[in-house]
């Protein structure tokens, strides 16, 4: 289960000022490029799930994510593999018959606060995002919610929708 | 392009012997553990198409294969990649729609002949089998045939059928 929610913000800075007076730790800054299949016999955007390959920093993952289970966050199942070679894993999905739905390229720099991941991503042709991520453990919709607030941020600039499903409905 | 034949053999010694005095190379022996996949909306076993999550040696991979495309070898498409994780490989799998087909576990010997991989395959609920593989180059279906009477074995013996399909069948 990834339990997640994420937000848009308006200055980055203003959130990572916040974080550091949290006593958030830096962890990285990466670049991420991800590609996201359709699958061959079901809408990924009515079935809610995704499938993903992401590139970034050298490492290429293979990603599964399935239906949001609530109404505000992005919480949900979540299966994930490294993947050795992108070119051929890509050709897999391709001769099994997923197809291309889109691109999301984005800057993430990474923080770690408790049992908490912040994620700041500056997604190109999108603008700036706050996710926060917990990775397992007692799932509560409104620590996530709270933790929002301290980072100032509020709940109205809550997004659920993704990265390609903002990006296609520009 | 994976370029292979397969053949049942009587005595895997005697197959050893022909292979030492052609100047043949032992690379390897190792158990590999098998599991085949069908596809959600298509049927692997009429479109003659394979995906296996292999698991041999600590080191797991995803291998998509495409119809064979002559009449006497085994030669197809054939895409692989590493993967890191094997449960979250098949978790990934599985939420996809994709439906355990069966398992194949085997051990294989494996010798390096000039350009052709020869591996001796003892398969379990099967007995034993010589793949001879050639993994790029131009392609002669009569080089891997004239290779396999060499190491003694009449073209009789050639088997186009998986081991799935032959342990399924029994």
């Known amino acids: 289960m990834e339990i997640e929610i994420k937000a848009r913000i308006e200055r980055q800075e203003d959130v990572v000022q916040k974080l550091r007076s949290l006593g958030a730790k830096y962890i990285k800054t990466e670049k991420q490029e991800d590609v996201y299949f359709n699958h061959p016999s079901r809408d990924f955007s009515t079935t809610d ?3 993903r390959i992401r590139s970034a920093g050298g490492i290429f993952s293979l990603t599964y994510k399935g239906p949001k289970i609530d109404k505000i966050t992005k919480t949900r199942e979540e299966y994930e593999t490294e993947v050795s070679d992108i070119d051929e894993t890509e ?7 997923f197809k291309k739905a889109g691109s999301v390229v984005k800057t993430r720099v990474c923080y770690r606060l408790g049992v908490f991941s912040v994620m700041l991503d500056s997604v190109e042709g999108l603008g700036d995002f706050v996710e926060i991520e917990k990775e397992s453990g007692f799932y509560k919709e409104e620590e996530l919610i709270k933790l929002l607030a301290k980072l100032g941020i ?11 499903e903002l990006l296609k409905s520009r």
Chains 1, 2 share one sequence.
């Open 49 to 51: 799930e995704a499938l």
């Open 91 to 97: 050709k897999i999905l391709e001769k099994l018959g």
């Open 154 to 164: 509020d709940e109205r600039a809550v997004e659920r929708r993704s990265y390609l």
